[in-house]
């Protein structure tokens, strides 16, 4: 696997090195491309983790629940067609032992009120969805490109997935969101150095 396009993280190599520890995710990734979602992105801890697990000497695969597949579509909101995008990804990896969650987040804004007690603003591609992860260290992206080359979205960087440090994002996701996957991730990674939320207001005013 190698990079599409240029990277000045020097650690890029060593990412996708270590990625290749993974026997999931090359399957996962050739599912993706099979089936050509428009912005998608393979992303979540299919990837940081399988980092922290290569790192601390772990089974690749220790610990992921699922393998996140994020693509984004605006031309129709409706759940009936993210519903159908779901039904299809159950075909192309339905022999698959991963469990592949497919997402619109072109829809996200519609509940993640619902769910998280906080508005969210649409976003704008799968690279905005990503860049609102509770935790910077969880903002990563990789996609398979038509030329066969590998893109990886990792606007803070990828120092701290391998230093096992995990810092907070609060641009969207409220903190109890972020205390709530810290506590869990360290029962099963008791290495990581979790940073504490910040003080202050949850997330940044909003522009005038």
Same mark, same amino acid.
């Given at each position: ?46 990837? /940081? ?35 159908? *995008? ?18 619109? =987040?072109?829809? *996200? ?16 591609? *799968? =690279? ?23 893109? *990886? ?8 997935? /391998? ?35 910040? =003080? ?9």
């Amino acid at each position: 696997m190698e990079p599409a396009g240029p990277s000045r993280d020097p650690r890029l190599t060593a990412f996708l090195t270590t990625l290749r520890h993974n026997p999931a995710l090359p399957e996962v990734l050739a599912g993706a491309t099979a089936l050509d979602l428009p912005n998608w992105y393979l992303t979540g801890g299919c990837l /940081f983790q399988t980092v922290w697990n290569v790192t601390t000497g772990r089974p690749p695969t220790h610990g992921i629940k699922d393998y996140d597949l994020f693509y984004h579509d605006a031309s129709d909101l409706s759940w009936e067609a993210e519903d159908a *995008v779901i039904r299809a990804g159950r075909a192309v990896f339905g022999d698959l032992a991963a469990r592949v969650e497919i997402r619109n =987040e072109a829809r *996200v804004h519609l509940w993640y009120e619902d769910r998280f007690g906080v508005p969210c603003p649409p976003h704008a591609s *799968v =690279e905005a969805a990503i860049g609102s992860f509770a935790a910077t260290t969880c903002c990563l992206g990789v996609r398979r490109e038509r030329d066969g080359g590998l893109r *990886v979205h990792a606007p803070h960087g990828l120092a701290d997935v /391998f230093d096992l440090v995990v810092r907070p994002n609060p641009v969207l996701a409220p903190r109890a969101v972020y205390e709530e996957k810290t506590r869990r991730w360290l029962r099963t990674w008791p290495e990581l150095r979790v940073l504490p939320w910040p =003080e202050g207001p949850e997330r940044p005013p909003a522009a005038p």
